[in-house]
């Protein structure tokens, strides 16, 4: 299990609009601010949801995160060790449409594990992955015959079968079917309480956050800050019709964003 410590980030991205005045000791284009000061601890073993708006900054801070992007400022410690470019040590970052199409979806799985030697152990586990997502009998369709969320079951395989003691998500139900969505999100939760992983999930939706988060970060518009925090008690499932407190929470969240009139 991980820890990540997100220490003081900042991140700006360079502008093409001009400053309006221009004075010779500085640039003559105004940096897009995107993070400004961020502090977040993940807990190791804790399924952490940053929430914010759009644009505000989450996948920008899921990449620095990740070791793809860099922060302007401020520093990413993973287990204490600072995050100084991609590294796939324990780490699995999920991204959707990270399927190869060439590929079928036991192959696709086998990514992962590329460097198991062991054929056996291999698939045994490729093929019980595949199971628990709920694919079994498709682990030789290419993405193609596949509809969109046993796609992103498939993805969910990647990750699972290489049990990462870190899991990176980025919007992993958006685009699903109600249902599909809903499957996802349980089979996430299921996930987590079998390996507890650290997982950190960005998000912009309310309901998938209190539904499976045990940490809840909200941020701000851009330039995007921490503006709460909340630890929800562990138990599943969670529902904010039959659950006063998680309706409060959820309330709450929504007043933090600026909405008042959520129902
Ligand atoms: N490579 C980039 N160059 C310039 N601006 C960027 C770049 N990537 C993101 N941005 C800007 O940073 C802001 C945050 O983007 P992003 O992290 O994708 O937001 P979110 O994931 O919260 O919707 C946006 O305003 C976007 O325009
Ligand atoms: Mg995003």
């Known amino acids: 299990m991980s820890q990540i410590l997100i220490h003081d980030l900042c991140k700006s991205y360079p502008n093409r609009r001009k400053k309006q005045r221009i004075t010779t000791d500085e640039t003559p284009y105004e940096p897009i601010a995107v993070l400004d000061h961020v502090n977040i601890k993940v807990s190791p073993g804790h399924l952490t949801c940053i929430l914010g708006p759009s644009g505000c900054g989450k ?72 199971k628990m997502v709920g694919l079994k009998g498709f682990e030789d369709h290419y993405p193609e015959q596949l509809s969109g969320g046993m796609k992103r079951r498939a993805e969910l395989a990647r990750a699972l079968v290489v049990n990462p003691k870190l899991l990176i998500m980025d919007e992993p139900f958006s685009g699903l079917d109600f249902l599909t969505h809903l499957r996802m999100r349980e089979e996430v939760v299921n996930m987590h309480e079998l390996c507890h992983q650290t997982i950190l999930i960005v998000t912009h939706d309310i309901d998938d956050a209190i539904a499976i988060g045990d940490h809840l970060i909200v941020m701000t518009d851009r330039p995007s800050r921490v503006k709460m925090e909340h630890i929800i008690e562990p138990g599943h499932p969670r529902n904010y019709e039959k659950d006063k407190e998680i309706a409060e929470l959820r309330e709450e969240i929504f007043f933090t964003l600026g909405v008042h009139y959520a129902v």
Not at 83 to 89: A, E, F, L
Not at 110 to 120: M, V, Y
């Open 59 to 130: 996948s920008t801070l899921l990449m620095i995160v990740a070791g793809f992007d860099k922060p302007t400022s401020g520093k990413v410690l993973i287990n204490n060790k600072p995050i100084t470019g991609p590294t796939s040590d324990n780490m699995f970052v999920f991204q959707q449409g990270g399927l190869f199409p060439w590929l079928t979806v036991a192959q696709n799985v086998e990514l992962g594990l590329r460097n198991l030697q062991d054929q056996k152990e291999k698939w045994d586990k490729i093929y019980e992955a595949i």
